[in-house]
């Protein structure tokens, strides 16, 4: 769970950020909010349950064999990686000699399959994927083991 700061306006109004302006008074600032008249309250963000489903299973599996593919082109083992994310990714293939033209191609098959997972869990693809990297260990044992 992670904390989040909730902005109360001096009106009782919540807000995720604060505004920049707010009933004509500008600039509304982390430095002269409280002077405002304006408050703050933590509440716990709570990450949403994705039910794992078989067609949920078959999308991040496919996604997987996909991204597994694609590292293997390009010699870049997963295992290896410090995390698995875009970043560490394009660096890998950018050492294994990976021109942009490739690292492009690689990025654009992956999001087509994070697409579609995305509209299977129907949530963002920031909690879609952490409950993927949850899961892509198994994947992999599955994935090569068939």
């Known amino acids: 769970m992670n904390d989040r700061t909730i902005y109360v306006s001096p009106d009782g109004i919540e807000f995720d950020e604060l505004p920049g302006l707010y009933n004509n008074i500008s600039p509304i600032t982390l430095d002269n909010y409280e002077q405002l008249g304006w408050t703050t309250r933590v509440e716990q963000k709570k990450e949403p349950v994705i039910e794992v489903t078989q067609r949920l299973a078959e999308k991040e599996k496919a ?5 597994m593919a694609q590292a293997s082109s390009l010699k870049v083992d997963l295992l290896e990686l410090p995390d698995v994310d875009i970043n560490s ?23 087509v399959l994070a697409f579609d997972i995305v509209s299977e869990t129907d949530q963002p693809w920031s909690v879609a994927w952490r409950g993927l990297k949850s899961r892509m260990v198994g994947y992999m044992r599955e994935l090569t083991s068939s």
């Open 89 to 111: 990714l394009k660096q890998a293939a950018k050492d294994a000699g990976a021109t942009d033209e490739e690292i492009a191609t690689m990025a654009s098959s992956l999001m």
């Open 63 to 67: 996604y997987m064999a996909e991204l």
